[in-house]
């Protein structure tokens, strides 16, 4: 009877094996079996009892090992620069396109190395810009309209008047840059860093700041009617004749 019960259990088990991981396999038999061994018998008893339970066992690990196994990758943007120039034919052809006439619409240019360079009134519409590279370059009058900046450092970028309409900008770095009289309108800026940046006179109708970091930040003659963001997340930036969701603000005007 303790045998029948036990190889039932063993089967249902093997049933549902999906809900039993594969590395704490044995220590769940072991679990498993651990109430009912004392109740074996005779050596005899015992040895018929182990072999049963041994070979649904193996039937049950065999089945476990066949099991497909999914592996989750996540990208985390500015980690090691991408090396796309080998891995990629096409990329220096890219890079050199923009080089030389100022522009590459929809490119894929992740992981690129921009830093310090000068790409004033560059038509970059819809480019994938993810994870690139932006410190200190001069980007005025640029287009960068619904382009994606996901993950790229901004680090006192020139980005005065450019058009950043619709831009994915989450988790850009862009501290200490000069976003003067920028058009924002509608741009994705959750989680982004913004601190001491110059905001004076730019466009962030619509724009969602849920979670940016806006410490020093300067919103001076700025627009954020319709932004997504909460008065605590203004409590460092500096706000005059700024227009905000809900009215606007003067507080800090000399």
């Not at 450019?162 to 989450?170: E, G």
């Amino acid at each position: 009877m303790v045998r029948h019960v036990l190889i039932s259990s063993v089967q249902a088990a093997h049933r549902s094996y999906v809900a039993v991981p594969v590395k704490g396999f044995f220590f769940f038999c072991l679990f498993a079996l651990s109430p009912v061994v004392s109740a074996v018998g005779t050596p005899q008893d015992s040895t018929d009892f182990f072999e049963q339970v041994t070979s649904s066992a193996v039937a049950l690990r065999s089945s476990v090992d066949h099991l497909p196994v999914q592996v989750a990758v996540h990208f985390r943007p500015g980690g090691q620069e991408l090396d796309r120039r080998r891995s990629d034919a096409n990329f220096e052809a890219r890079i050199k396109s923009l080089e030389s006439t100022g522009g590459c619409r929809g490119c894929d240019l992740r992981g690129a190395d921009f830093d310090e360079a000068d790409l004033s009134l560059a038509d970059l519409v819809r480019a994938d810009l993810t994870a690139v590279k932006l410190n200190r370059a001069i980007l005025i009058d640029a287009d960068l309209g619904r382009a994606v900046l996901f993950g790229a450092t901004l680090v006192e970028a020139d980005l005065r008047r450019a058009k950043l309409m619709h831009a994915d900008l989450r988790k850009a770095n862009l501290q200490d840059s000069d976003l003067r009289g920028a058009y924002l309108l509608f741009a994705n800026l959750r989680k982004a860093d913004l601190r001491n940046a110059q905001l004076q006179g730019a466009f962030l109708h619509g724009a969602d700041l849920i979670g940016a970091r806006l410490d020093g930040a300067n919103f001076t003659d700025a627009d954020l009617e319709g932004a997504l963001l909460e008065p605590s997340d203004l409590e460092g930036a500096v706000l005059c004749r700024t227009i905000l969701p809900w009215g606007s603000e003067d507080r800090d005007c000399p």
